[in-house]
């Protein structure tokens, strides 16, 4: 099935970081762009960051922008979204899509994945 598998969610503490990793599932990422998305108990899926297919820029929604960075590694086929100073308002299930435009982000999308939990708590 093409798809993205995230991982790296977890349970962190609030200031706290960690590091999601996007990973292309049959196909190449090379010349795609990438969204990463989150959706709380809820609430609908929000975008929060994206990556154009060459990696020349992102973008980020303003609750997130200074904290978190989006990266792409074509050689690995992954991409990854580093949250730092994490706020229990970050708890979602956060998942990436795939965008076929060029240079991207505006959708449609494709290839969701299963998503990967964060839960920010004391």
């Known amino acids: 099935q093409l798809q993205f598998v995230e991982s790296g969610g977890g349970l962190v503490q609030p200031g706290g970081s960690l590091r999601l990793s996007c990973a292309a599932s049959?196909?190449?990422?090379?010349?795609?762009?990438v969204r990463w998305f989150r959706q709380a108990p809820g609430k609908e899926r929000e975008g929060i960051s994206c990556i154009t297919y060459y990696g020349g820029r992102t973008d980020y929604v303003s609750s997130v922008k200074g904290r978190f960075t989006i990266s792409r590694d074509n050689a690995k086929n992954t991409i990854y979204l580093q949250m730092t100073n994490l706020k229990p308002e970050d708890t979602a299930v956060y998942y990436c899509a795939a965008d076929r435009s060029t240079p991207g982000c505006g959708g449609p999308y494709y290839y969701w994945g299963q998503g990967t939990q964060v839960t920010v708590s004391s």
């Open positions: 049959g196909f190449t990422l090379d010349y795609y762009a």
